[in-house]
């Protein structure tokens, strides 16, 4: 039952209201009456009614005043007044001050019972939003865990950078405030087959295990990347010097490796990236990480290896050149969705990193990657669901990984960008005919409306939208429109009910002679000789 609160200074106005309705039969409970607006503002504040129907005209403080104040305390009070002026002044004063109903006296029972019935409903729409925001909010938090996850992956792949996941995961906070990153790479290797189901068991041990290590000994974050791989990202203060940070980042790996080794008895390597002064390279420093894994000679009893060490050595990255003009090049030619330029682009800047460094396999195997993520972290910029790389064969990361030579590193990457520029044009065609469809849906349920009215409901401009309406269709969006007014048209002069005047108006057009001469060219006579 919904609580009633009845206020008016007359108390024959509020006997009367109470016997004007029979209240139980709505639901309605109406437990209390008012005589003024104090007494009023005690009920509510102690019994929190659901409704409350008060006079405007009141000794001392009004009608609207009284909502004003009732709204401020119980927000979720639906308030309905009762005035003999109609006067905009008096309507807008209690639109501001935010109740539900004004209704002119004296009112009829059909009229006050309908207003009640909508506030009810109003009250019950509330109720259901807020329920579903409980549930909501419930998933939501059940989902945190799993959500961080994600973020963590797409942070250490590439697909987003920091400073994206902050602002679109905002329900997950990252223990990465830098300014210092460096990542690293865990792979723990599995046997054999058969033991896979102990090997998943064990996966799960080591990783709630890292979580704790880290959690004590550094700030950091980590999540599974791959089939028994761990990604880890960790940050430290600007006042930290690399060594010291090198030296604390093998002291933790080494503590981790010790306890995989002691508790599990599993093989693991672990690679170490290189120190990165903002967020921006925490994905380069996970690529090189997992270079690192890769690159363990065979004598070498050694399991932690940084990306330092491995075949390029300092000396030699000094010439290295990352050829980030090519790199935007291939960007820009995606972005517009131009495959030919896409692939051209993607060639020179293989060429490029060729005419500095030769056919040198880690440093095509480390651009190769670094070229795929800012790919996966730009679709993701341009608003275009990751899904669209999932019919690519295997992960592309993991290709570019597991090829042999540089010239096979080549091949992925290059039709991985052919790809990529085949499925952003397919996207988009698919995004253009949804829009369209919706534009065509307008027209049929508001063919009154004019192209500008079109255009504005699926939030294009007048000329782009004609643009693209005439590519998709193959003819203009005023030809579409018209087909669809002269069809409802003649539907209504058929039925016979209305004046061609009217049919005109009901379609869209204002000026009748207009409408006729536009018919006829459309159905070759006059909409008077229709239906005789």
Not at 66 to 76: D, G, T, V, Y
Not at 465 to 486: D, H, N, P, Q
């Amino acid at each position: 039952m919904y609580k009633l609160l009845i206020v008016d200074d007359e108390k024959i106005a509020r006997e009367g209201l109470m016997q004007k309705v029979n209240w139980i039969d709505y639901g309605i409970e109406p437990t209390k009456m008012a005589e003024d607006a104090e007494d009023a503002l005690d009920i509510v504040n102690s019994d929190k009614p659901d409704l409350v129907i008060a006079d405007v005209n009141m000794p001392g403080m009004d009608g609207l005043e009284l909502a004003k104040l009732i709204m401020e305390s119980s927000p979720n009070t639906r308030i309905i007044v009762l005035s003999g002026h109609n006067d905009y002044k008096f309507v807008a004063k209690a639109l501001r001050n935010k109740v539900f109903d004004y209704l002119l006296k004296p009112v009829e029972t059909g009229v006050l019972v309908g207003a009640l019935q909508k506030a009810i409903k109003d009250i019950e729409s509330e109720i259901r939003r807020l329920k579903n925001l409980e549930a909501l909010q419930k998933k939501l938090e059940e989902s945190i865990p799993v959500i961080r996850e994600k973020c963590i992956y797409y942070l250490l792949a590439g697909y987003m950078d920091l400073k994206q996941i902050n602002e679109f995961y905002t329900q997950v906070s990252l223990d990465l405030d830098g300014p210092k990153f460096i990542s690293v790479a865990l792979t723990v290797i599995a046997q054999k087959n058969s033991e896979m189901k102990s090997f998943q068991l064990d996966m799960i041990g080591i990783k709630e295990m890292m979580q704790k290590i880290i959690k004590v000994n550094a700030k950091g974050e980590m999540a599974d990347f791959s089939a028994g791989t761990i990604g880890v990202v960790l940050n430290y203060d600007k006042d930290k010097d690399k060594k010291e940070i090198y030296n604390q980042v093998y002291l933790l790996c080494n503590l981790i490796y010790s306890k995989i080794l002691s508790i599990y008895q599993r093989d693991v390597k672990i690679g170490i990236g290189s120190i990165y002064s903002d967020s921006s390279g925490i994905a380069a420093s996970f690529s090189e990480a997992l270079e690192a894994t890769g690159n363990y000679p065979v004598s070498d009893e050694a399991k932690i290896l940084f990306f330092t060490d491995i075949s390029i050595n300092s000396s030699r990255k000094e010439h290295i050149l990352y050829p980030i003009n090519e790199e935007n090049m291939i960007i820009q030619a995606l972005n517009k969705g131009e495959v030919k330029d896409a692939k051209e682009s993607s060639e020179r800047f293989f060429n490029k990193i060729m005419d500095i460094n030769g056919l040198v396999y880690p440093v095509f195997k480390s651009y190769g990657l670094r070229l795929v993520y800012t790919i996966f972290r730009k679709i993701s910029e341009w608003d275009i669901p990751t899904d669209i790389l999932e019919a690519y064969h295997d992960p592309v990361e993991i290709r570019v990984r597991k090829s042999n030579s540089a010239k096979e590193i080549i091949k992925v990457v290059n039709g991985f960008v052919s790809y990529v520029a085949m499925s952003i044009i397919e996207k988009r065609k698919r995004e253009n005919c949804t829009v369209i469809e919706k534009a065509i849906r307008f027209m049929e349920n508001n063919s009154n409306m004019s192209i500008h009215d079109v255009a504005d409901h699926v939030y294009l401009t007048h000329s782009y939208f004609s643009v693209l309406f005439k590519k998709t269709i193959g003819k203009t969006a005023l030809e579409y429109l018209t087909s669809i007014r002269m069809g409802k048209a003649r539907q209504l002069l058929m039925e016979g009910s209305a004046k061609i005047y009217e049919v005109g108006e009901k379609v869209g057009y204002t000026d009748t002679r207009y409408f006729i001469k536009i018919y006829k060219k459309h159905f070759g006579v006059t909409p008077g000789k229709e239906g005789k």
